[in-house]
C-alpha cells in the first residue's frame, strides 16, 4: 500500500474552535479553546479509493453520514495546544486505519525435521510404555 502525504492530509483538514466546558471561570466564557478537526474521506485527494475504503469501513463508528470524521480536544486552556492534540490524534487514527497485518506464509516441514519428529515420539512412547505397572500372574 502507498504511503499517504502526511503534508497534503494536514491540508485537507479543517477546524472549528469553539467554548470548551470546565473549570476556568470568566475566562472560559470568553475564550474559544476547544478544538474540533473535521477532515472529509470522500473529499480528500490525498487518498486513492482503496485507501478511503479501509478508512470507511474500519472508522465507521467514527464517521458522520456524510463521511466525516471528527476529532475534539479539550484537554488545555490553549486553542493551539488543543489543536496540536487533534492533530496527533488524527494522524495516528489514519495510521492505524490503514495499517495492514502481513499475511503468515505457511513453511513447509523438512522430511529431517519431520523424521526427528517421529523418532522423539516414538522413543517417548516406549518410555511410557517402561513405566506401566505389570500385573504378576500366580499360578
Known amino acids: 500500500m502507498p504511503k499517504i502525504d502526511l ?9 472549528k474552535f ?3 466546558s470546565g473549570n476556568g471561570g470568566q475566562h472560559i466564557n470568553r ?33 458522520t453520514k456524510e463521511g ?3 476529532i475534539s480536544s479539550q484537554k488545555t486552556r ?3 495546544r488543543n489543536k496540536k492534540e487533534t492533530i496527533e490524534i ?7 486505519a490503514l495499517y495492514q497485518e502481513k ?17 522423539d515420539k516414538k522413543k517417548q512412547a516406549q518410555k511410557k510404555q517402561h513405566r506401566q505397572f505389570v500385573a504378576s500372574q500366580d499360578f
Not at 488524527?90 to 492505524?96: M, P, S
Request: charged content about 25%; overall charge positive.
Open 103 to 119: 499475511t503468515r506464509k505457511k513453511k513447509e516441514v523438512s522430511p529431517a525435521a519431520h523424521q526427528k519428529r517421529l523418532a
Open 7 to 15: 503534508q497534503g492530509l494536514s491540508r485537507e483538514t479543517t477546524f
Open 68 to 70: 466525516i470524521l471528527r
Open 18 to 20: 469553539s467554548g470548551s
Open 90 to 96: 488524527f494522524l495516528a487514527i489514519i495510521n492505524t
Open 78 to 80: 490553549s486553542a493551539q
Open 31 to 63: 475564550v474559544a479553546t476547544k478544538a474540533t478537526l473535521l477532515f472529509s474521506v470522500p473529499d480528500s485527494a490525498v487518498l486513492n479509493d482503496e485507501q478511503k475504503v479501509l478508512i470507511s469501513e474500519r472508522l465507521k463508528n467514527r464517521l
